[in-house]
């Protein structure tokens, strides 16, 4: 944009497409501007994993990270960026200044011009009414109110005044009212965000949860709530029709179990965010994944004590309807279904899974992915097996394609037809006979070599082995 500043877009659909884009063009592009931004456009879905992604490439490269929904925005980042440059602070805070209070400077100077009204009661009538045009179709004695007085706000909320007065910061004279029938309104609302707010309980509330019945989604993440017992009883109680339910970030301790099964929630969100909040969530007990049988989506990532597979990942196998699991960073070290028969299948309708920032290190763990036949989708981006550079990841992306025969999607990129069969073919090559005596339980270990064989026969040249078991 000028000597001293640069900026590089970047669209999330085209990151997921190649997710190595932005790391090359860094590492290869020098940067040598004081102002280094990164001007990201949300035009994917779900954004929330990759802008997470890139909030930390934002911080390791010292960018700026803006935020835009649609190309029109992006534009006016750019160009406002560009009126602005060479401008003093001081004037930028001037004109901030002028443009917030512009409105307030035109009213207030119409207002005073009535010989009774002066600027702190022009300002206390904005702020009871706000607006000027219900101002002058107020009635003498809504204009003449004092502490104490019943006031209709908006025409339809009956309030009490209980403050006129200075607030911290913020300037000008302010109002202060108490909203007489605020629990009559609740009964319309679906999704409540009590996120960030620092609370350390919930209040029985009897008069106020009785109008909360058809809440659907319920996120508390952020706060300070010490036990997970307080959560089960609050959400048995009271929410029993609860879908979505977000407690990221939290250090609550697993003291309870629910007594109740929560037959509609689908989605569960417990992921952390902030090492200074970390989860900690190192199991996941039985009882708990028998309340929550309808469960389609989860969320456990950034819990890095969580570790073992067996026996707490393979307990969420028996969620009937789980689609989506998504477990980055956890210190998983390996994948091991355990033994089933025919009439038991673990995770029978999982068709995405997400397991980047792990120490998965053996293509063993990706053999029993194969036993998921749902999966179409599954991600696994730094782990020991699977790095960042694409010329390294060759093989181990052909491994793990060859390895998952239902899979169209490899850390979010489609898989085409050559490159599917083009895996096939190093795979069964990789482990061709001479390498091996048709060993059992290398035949158990690589179920799907055998089925590649039946089907393609046996492979013409060996070529060497780099494969890991």
């Given amino acids: 944009m000028s000597r001293s500043s640069c900026a590089l877009y970047l669209s999330l659909r085209y990151h997921q497409l190649s997710p190595n884009y932005i790391y090359e063009r860094l590492k290869t592009t020098k940067l040598p501007y004081l102002l280094k931004l990164l001007l990201v456009q949300c035009d994917v ?16 490269y010292e960018l700026i990270l803006l935020i835009s929904w649609n190309d029109e925005e992006s534009a006016k980042y ?19 200044q002028y443009q917030s209070n512009d409105f307030l400077t035109k009213y207030i100077d119409m207002i005073t011009e009535v010989k009774s009204i002066n600027k702190t009661d022009g300002q206390t009538l904005l702020h009871a009414f706000g607006s000027l045009e219900k101002i002058l179709n107020s009635s003498n004695e809504q204009l003449s109110m004092k502490i104490g007085d019943h006031i209709l706000v908006d025409g339809k909320h009956s309030a009490t005044i209980c403050y006129f007065g200075l ?53 508390v993440r952020q706060n300070l709530i010490t036990n997970w017992s307080q959560l089960w009883i609050i959400l048995e109680k009271y929410f029993s029709r609860l ?185 069964l090559q990789s482990y061709e006979q001479v390498n091996f005596d048709k060993k059992l339980d290398f035949i158990n270990e690589h179920r799907q070599y055998q089925l590649l064989i039946e089907k393609h026969s046996e492979p013409f040249k060996p070529i060497v082995n780099q494969a890991r078991y």
């Fill in 243 to 427: 879908e979505i339910i977000n407690v990221s970030n939290s250090r609550m301790n697993l003291d309870l179990s629910p007594s109740n099964e929560f037959i509609f929630i689908r989605e569960f969100i417990l992921i952390d965010t902030d090492n200074n909040y970390l989860n900690r969530l190192s199991f996941i007990s039985e009882i708990f994944v028998e309340r929550i049988k309808n469960l389609t989506n989860l969320s456990l990532s950034d819990n890095p004590t969580l570790i073992h597979w067996d026996p707490f990942i393979n307990r969420l196998g028996i969620l009937k309807h789980l689609q989506e699991l998504i477990i980055n960073n956890c210190g998983i070290e390996t994948i091991k279904l355990i033994n089933q028969d025919d009439s038991i299948e673990l995770f029978p309708s999982l068709k995405y899974l997400y397991m980047s920032d792990n120490t998965i290190s053996l293509y063993s763990s990706i053999n029993e992915l194969s036993r998921i036949k749902s999966l179409i989708s599954f991600g696994i981006l730094r782990n020991p097996i699977y790095g960042l550079n694409q010329l390294e990841n060759e093989t181990p992306k052909q491994m793990t394609i060859a390895r998952l025969p239902n899979l169209t999607h490899l850390n979010r990129v489609s898989i085409s037809r050559d490159e599917r069969q083009g895996a096939k073919m190093n795979y």
């Fill in 78 to 96: 750019l160009e406002t960026y560009k009126i602005m440059e060479g401008k003093s602070a001081e004037s930028l805070m001037d004109l901030q």
């Fill in 167 to 219: 607030v911290d910061n913020h300037p000008g004279e302010w109002i202060g009212k108490q909203y007489s029938d605020y629990v009559l309104d609740l009964s319309s609302l679906i999704r409540i965000d009590y996120s960030c707010q620092w609370v350390n309980e919930f209040d029985d509330n009897n008069q106020i949860y009785k109008n909360l019945n058809q809440i659907k989604e319920l996120n």
């Fill in 45 to 60: 879905n779900d954004p929330s994993q990759s802008l997470k992604e890139l909030a930390r490439l934002s911080i390791i």
